[in-house]
């Protein structure tokens, strides 16, 4: 199986800056890894995702980087609102049987 | 995300039987239970693919899922345990076996027992 380990656990920032949730994966077959936010009492919802043929993605002041190399995938909120904060899954998918391994999450709260 | 409704949304039960619903409006082939306890992500217990019973992960024998077809989902609870206090997502993917399907959460249905 996979197993995902997600840091840092809790993660605080001043608004306008910078947020970044870093990922480890372990099973080199896994070729896609997507971001869930959830909000309190809420589903988690995709925010972005990345496939094993890119290294770069940028959406909507989100971006991700993956190295597959090191195993590892990070997601880089920019210009950090109150409305970012929220927990935030990582998870990792293996090409066969589509099964998502979800890191343990990130809560990020943003302070005015 | 209106288009994966659960239902009921709220339950809170003794040691009874219950069952959630679930039916998603995507047309999608694939179709999950999930189980979050407080604080921690998403675990699955159950996928169907096209009504069929692809991966049953270890899960107490309470829980029994039924996939009357590929837009429903159930899942039967009998005798709840309070360890079994979590909020059960359903979801649904376009399709099942291939990499990169975002998978669809649906607003969840809260169980709690007492």
């Known amino acids: 199986g996979e197993q995902v380990e997600q840091l840092p656990s809790i993660l605080r920032v001043q608004e306008g800056s910078s947020a970044s949730i870093n990922c480890t994966y372990e099973n080199s077959a896994s070729n896609y890894f997507p971001w869930y936010k959830q909000e309190p009492g809420e589903n988690p919802k995709l925010i972005i995702d990345i496939r094993s043929n890119m290294e770069r993605k940028q959406t909507q002041g989100l971006i991700v980087l993956l190295d597959k190399k090191a195993k590892r995938f990070s997601l880089h909120i920019t210009d950090t609102q109150p409305g970012d904060s929220a927990m935030y899954f990582c998870a990792a998918s293996d090409s066969g049987y589509n099964k998502l391994t979800f890191g343990k999450g990130t809560v990020l709260l943003v302070s005015p | 995300n209106t288009k994966i409704t659960q239902s009921p949304r709220y339950l809170i039960l003794g040691r009874a039987n219950k069952s959630l619903e679930c039916e998603q409006h995507?047309?999608?082939?694939?179709m999950y239970w999930y189980k979050q306890s407080a604080e921690k992500p998403p675990e699955l217990m159950f996928l169907?693919?096209?009504?069929?019973?692809?991966r049953n992960e270890t899960v107490p024998s309470r829980f029994i899922p039924e996939c009357p077809d590929s837009s429903k989902l159930l899942l039967h609870i009998s005798a709840v345990d309070p360890e079994d206090s979590a909020v059960y997502f359903c979801?649904?993917?376009?399709?099942?076996?291939?990499?990169?399907?975002?998978?669809?959460f649906g607003e969840g249905s809260r169980l709690i027992v007492v």
């Open positions: 979801a649904s993917s376009q399709v099942w076996g291939r990499s990169g399907n975002t998978l669809y």
């Open positions: 169907y693919n096209l009504k069929q019973l692809i």
């Open positions: 995507l047309g999608h082939n694939a």
